[in-house]
């Protein structure tokens, strides 16, 4: 049992490349969630899914893409990679009206 | 939109001493959830403590309670006997279909 499983770990992309941060879950939660943590900002949502082929928007959703195609994935896609994206990202899942698990967080740079 | 306000950027507690974090959050639900997660230099999130809004009764977990006002939508924290491993950031975060976070509260323990 994994639980909440971000790759890569650290990554680091030039203005104007495209990525996907990958993100996986083994507890079989319907919930899932993509958050950035910027210093005194905390965490902010970006796009979140409630359920397989459901996503909707969180509080800083432009730039970034997800999709859920199966209730185990929820990728995030940078189509095109600006310094202000520059982040920790973390994923999250959850069963509906409790706490979210969190994986280990993705450190990116755009240069 | 909900939100989530934490007014103490940084606080400082002796060791052994007891400290109380505040949270206010804004929502127009009857039915959501509230949390207090940690997050130490690892920058991994662990959950402190929850309460179900519908609850009337504090929760606690050994050192940590809170004090929880429904009518003035307040969630503070308390923190008993401080331990210099509670050195850590703090984030309060309110949850229905999606969790958001306040900006956190970095708490410091003086030895």
């Known amino acids: 049992n994994a639980g909440v499983t971000q790759t890569p770990k650290f990554q680091v992309l030039k203005t104007g490349q495209s990525m996907t941060l990958q993100c996986a879950q083994d507890?079989?939660?319907?919930?899932m969630s993509w958050y950035r943590q910027d210093p005194g900002m905390g965490l902010r949502l970006i796009h979140y899914s409630v359920g397989a082929g459901i996503t909707d928007q969180g509080e800083v959703p432009n730039g970034y893409n997800v999709s859920r195609s199966t209730t185990e994935d929820f990728p995030l896609r940078l189509l095109s990679a600006a310094p202000s994206q520059t982040s920790v990202y973390f994923c999250a899942s959850n069963r509906p009206n409790t706490e979210a698990f969190f994986g280990q967080g993705t450190r990116l740079t755009v240069v | 939109a909900q939100t989530v306000t934490q007014s103490q950027p940084e606080m400082s507690v002796q060791e052994a001493e007891t400290v109380t974090l505040s949270c206010t959050y804004d929502?127009?639900?009857?039915?959501?959830?509230l949390f207090w997660y940690k997050q130490p230099p690892s920058r991994q999130m662990i959950l402190v403590i929850r309460?179900?809004?519908?609850?009337?009764q504090n929760a606690t977990e050994n050192r940590f309670s809170v004090n929880f006002q429904k009518a003035a939508k307040s969630f503070s924290l308390k923190i008993s006997d401080s331990q210099l491993g509670d050195a850590a950031m703090y984030f309060c975060a309110y949850g229905d279909d999606k969790i958001i976070f306040g900006k956190g509260t970095r708490l410091h323990i003086l030895p």
């Open positions: 929502t127009s639900e009857s039915d959501y959830y």
């Open positions: 507890m079989n939660h319907e919930y």
């Open positions: 309460q179900e809004a519908y609850k009337q």
